[in-house]
Structure formats: C-alpha cells, structure tokens
C-alpha cells in the first residue's frame, strides 16, 4: 500500500513538473516573440525615418531645381519676346509704302531678331536620379510621381521645337549671306569691333532683303515658330509652378 501511494506521489510530482516546465517554456516562447516584434518594430520606425529623411532631401532638392528652371524659363521667354518684336517690326518694313529706316536701325533690328539661339538650359539632375537611380520609390505623392515619370517627355517635345526654330534661324541667316551684307550688320552693332574684325570701307545696303518675297516668307516662318516655343515655354512654366505646390505642399507635412 505504500508503494501504491509512493508511486501516485511520484506520478502526480512528474506532472505537476511537465506542466511547470510547459508554462516556463511558453513564457520564454512569449518573451523571444514579444522582443522579436518589438525589434520589428523599431526597426520599421528606423527605416521609416531613414525614407522620410530621404524623401525629404529630394523634395528640397526637387523644390531648388524647380525655382531655378522657372527663372531660366522666364529668361528664355523675355528673349523670345524681344526677337519675335524685331520680326514683327520686320514685316512691317517689309509692308511698309514708304522707306522708313536708315542702315543702322535695320541693323540693329536684324541683329535683335536673329543674334540669340533660344535653348532651355533646363536642371534635370535630381529628376533623372529619380527616375533611373530607384530613389522615386521614397517620394509618397502619387501626383508627384506622376509628374516626375511624365517630365521627360515634355522636354523631349520642347527640344524638338527648339531644333525647328534653330533650323529656321539658320536659313534667314545663310539668306542673308548670300543676297545681303551680313558685315554692315556686324560694323553697326558693335560686332566688327568686339570680333576684331575690320569695318569695311564700301558701304552697302541690306534694304534689299525687305524687297525679297523668299526672306518675307522665311520670316513668317520663323516668327510661328517663335510664337509656338514661346507657348510651350509658358506652358512648361506653368506645370513648374503646379509642381513645385505639390512638392512645398508635402514639406509642409513634415
């Protein structure tokens, strides 16, 4: 009968052992998963900091990119205006009954409508380390996404304008050349002297070029193509200046 009770005893002492040791290991299970989740968790806390700092940096420097080209295009835009109002002011010439300018004037608008090649010198650095460097993925802004992976293609249609342009200025150029004296352009304007060139001592006369159909056409060419980049100038400023509220909007957030 002892033996009996001896073997219950040792029985029940083995169970109560077995479920001391379930509940010990539960709670070391418990503690291993509740230090992994906290370890999870600061480690999201962590990599969410590092992306916002650096979604941050690129919106800043989204944002100086952004406020530089908007003056850059404004300054393209300002020239274009001046040549365009040297063309026109050509044409009225060219239309005009009566002789109404002398050498040195026609000079001078001639070199104001044809001296200055127009091309966006435009800052893209930042957009294109978005766009081929991965680093889109930390901007949240779904807009500003949008915007960024669109970008490229409104630059691609403003360099083709510009070549057109630049094509066309090139032939008025080259006609002038060869049906007028493009050296009576330079002495009146300066040129000869900054060039070091010599002022010729047989004068001539450009007025011919307002008498040639061919340059009136070219001409006419060359101021609608002038009036369609000056547009997409002023449209490219316009989505700058949408864009750079979306990105001040989102650094307003942090």
Known sequence: MTNFFRKIRQQQFIKNKFTKYI????????????GILIALQVNNLNEQRKSDIKEKKYLMSMKNELLTNVELVKTEVEGLKRSINGQRELISLINS????????????????????????????GTFKELLYSGGLISINSDRIKNEVTSWEGRMIDIRKQEKGVYDAREKIIDFI???????????????SNHFQIRKSIRRNSNKLLLKSQKFENLLS????LNESQKYYYLRLENDISNLLRLVEKELNKN
């Open 97 to 124: 009954e009566k002789d109404t300018v002398n050498e040195i004037e026609l000079s001078k608008i001639l070199a104001v409508s044809f001296s200055n090649v127009f091309e966006l010198k435009y800052q893209d």
């Open 177 to 191: 050349i060869d049906n007028g004296v493009f050296k009576i352009m330079l002495d009146d304007v300066g040129a």
């Open 221 to 224: 060419y060359h101021i609608a």
């Open 23 to 34: 509940v010990y290991a539960f709670g070391e299970i418990l503690l291993v998963v509740i």
